[in-house]
Nanobody, 124 residues
Framework: QVSLVESGGGLVQAGDSLRISCTSS????????IGWFRQAPGKEREFVAA????????EYTESVKGRFTISRDNPKNTVYLQMTSLKPEDTAVYFC?????????????????WGQGTQVAVSS
């Protein structure tokens, strides 16, 4: 059974950087599109970033452009989200998700496999 596990979350100060990871227990991971979503307390889950199976197609939500970078290492079955210049409004539980059909994108319903999430908290 394939599963996704996020790691690397924590408490940081505004302006700091943090890298979170999403690792798959199985595959074929190289064929999955992967997205990162986040959910802050009392808010709906929102799209953050996504990468196609090859890493050639990448998109970000406007609020993180220039600050966050999504990348993938297929031999390691891992996708990363490098976050810089963090702001208190980035505080949320971050989830990674896989679209095993390979399409990806910003719509959460496109994804059929989800991790449990990792907490990122940014203090001011």
């Amino acid at each position: 059974q394939v599963s996704l596990v996020e790691s690397g979350g924590g408490l940081v100060q505004a302006g700091d950087s943090l890298r979170i990871s999403c690792t798959s227990s199985g595959g074929p991971f190289y064929s999955f599109a992967i997205g990162w979503f986040r959910q802050a307390p009392g808010k709906e889950r929102e799209f953050v970033a996504a990468t196609s199976w090859s890493g050639d197609l990448i998109e970000y939500t406007e609020s993180v452009k220039g600050r966050f970078t999504i990348s993938r290492d297929n031999p390691k079955n891992t996708v990363y989200l490098q976050m810089t210049s963090l702001k208190p409004e980035d505080t949320a539980v971050y989830f990674c998700a896989a679209d095993r059909g390979g399409h990806g994108g910003s719509n959460y319903y496109q994804y059929d496999l989800w991790g449990q999430g990792t907490q990122v908290a940014v203090s001011s």
